[in-house]
């Protein structure tokens, strides 16, 4: 299970000093692999879409699209609503702590099951969303 | 009309409270010695209320039949029956738009500093309450909106008490009737009254104005829509800013009307006429002693 946590000026920033850095080692850049899903953080409080599904290993995308700073938090223990947060059985809890507008949050997906995640400064507006991480075939 | 509003201002319930304590030279200390606290926002949007109609809860307005909270001056103490849709034996809606809904803006970039002590207990004609306070947010057309205060605390209150002008741990709005009942009642960690400016690109707008601020449990459901008292969140919280559409007007222990230059216009053309800001990026800090 992996998790990066970027901003995208920060990331433009690095992408840029491995670029130079890499072609005068003469190596191309290696480019993040496209997740499988985007999420958008938006300043109606939602997650656009509210649910995505993925594969079991899939990795979803969240950028803050929003002027707000949010979090997306699947962890129960950091809840305080019922229903805000679910974790398959054998899932790790994941947190991107806070993420300023324009900010990008990836988590890959490894134990099948439904994951339910939350903002943690919005929780009581239940601003949530859901991955649904789907078995191999 | 206007005999009609002279008394619901007389009738405003903490009335008789306020009086016997606002000419006291030496009012009480906090119970346990004071608590300071700071709370602040460095980055983030901001939610910036925008006019709307109210939804009336019964269980602060009361029914047609039985109604509630409807003395002190209306908008920023009671609401009077004539100015409430109703349905049957239910109230709906204010009929004239308030600060108090459900449409909101979000601005840019707010940051938000307060720190205050609570020392008085109760209010008084002195207080040793303090507050330092400054806030700010941006449109996005790049216009800075400024906010501080407090020039001079409110040692105690007009219709309702201000607790020295700070006060924590304490039951707000709604029910309560310390405040409007337009905010649906709410646990208050702290709270301010005071007197300070309002600014747009460095320069003032109006001065003084009534400032009140607080850190409350999270009044706001999906859609951010405004809380009735079933729904309110007692484990997150949120700091809402409040500069509103009223003066205090001291010999009468009350409030006169007059509009906010806060130098935002809104979509029709006109000039919003208050500022309700809520930040919710928040650390917090309190403790006791000063």
Redo the contacts between chains.
Sequence with gaps: MMTFRITLLSGLFTLSVLSAACSSAQTPPKAPPAPDAVVGMTNTLRFEPDTVRVPVGGTVEWRNTSLLVHTVTGDPARATLEGSARLPEGAEPFDSGNLEPEAVFRHTFTVPGVYGYFCIPHEGAKMKGVVIVSPKQ | MAKQLQKLKALAPARGYVIAHKDVKNPPKLFGGPISVTVTQS???VFVALPDRRRLDTYVFGTPSMPRAFAGTPGINGVPPPAREAEDDHYTRMKKPSPFGDKYL????GRMELHAVDATAVDGATTEDQVRFKASWKDKQGNTYEVRCCGMLASHGMEFPTFGGVVTNHILHGVTRLGTALMPTEFAYVAFWGMGEVRKNGKVLDKPRLIHGMLTE???????KLAFDDEV?P??M?FHLMIPPFMPDPPNLSFTEKPVKTGFTLPNGMELPFWHVMF???ETKAERGQ
């Design positions: 980055s983030g949007g979000v601005m840019a970039d999270y009044v706001r459901g999906e859609g951010y969140t484990t997150r949120q919710e990026n928040l």
